[in-house]
């Protein structure tokens, strides 16, 4: 009963807290797990920091009209230097250095009414990702919304089939190979300043 009434007070909060017109600055760290015939792996990359507006939309919510986040492939950590050389081979690292995600138009009280309104709420947003000089758009879960004082946390999952952004997946000593589906999942931290 205590866990619904804190769950009851932080959505009040976030409901009502001006923090959310302004200027959003955001950080997040992303673990992907990936399964190949010989086991499962996984594996860490922290995203570059990014920043973007948020506004009043014209019935009064709030709206973010556009993130645009970067994650360096040469960042990517599966703590086993012949698997992330292999990963690396695959992205092209030389020559494509960044995967880049975009969120465009979110429905900041949206998310918020979605995942706040019981234990285990979702609210979903479209992300599209380019992977090399491939793009797609994916489904991405927001669960785990929190709030204390300007920062705001949530936590984020989406898949990624390597087939659909043209990528062969690395095999290890020519019998082991990565399967096609990966799972990401992160931890968002955004720091909100008001407008004046």
Partial sequence: MMKMVRIAIAFLLLSASPAWAGEIKGT????????????DFSGTVLCQPFSAGLVKSADGGTTIPAVEVDVLVDGMDTDNESRDDKLREMFQSD?????????????????????????????????????????????ATVTNLREEGNQVGFDVEFPVS????????????GIFRVRDKLTVTGNVLLEISSKE
């Avoid at 673990?31 to 015939?37: K, L, M, Y």
């Avoid at 659909?164 to 000593?173: D, N, V």
Wanted: one cysteine or more; hydrophobic letters at 40%; glycine letters at 10%.
């Fill in 162 to 173: 390597l087939k659909e952004f043209g990528l062969k997946a690395p095999s290890f000593l």
């Fill in 95 to 139: 020559r494509f250095p960044r995967i880049h995600g975009t969120v465009k138009d979110i429905d900041a009280d949206g998310i918020r009414r979605e995942v706040g309104k019981e234990e285990g709420g979702k609210a979903f947003f479209d992300l599209t990702l380019t992977v090399r000089d491939v793009e797609r758009t994916i489904q």
């Fill in 28 to 39: 997040c760290f992303l673990r992907f797990v990936g399964v190949s015939t010989l086991h």
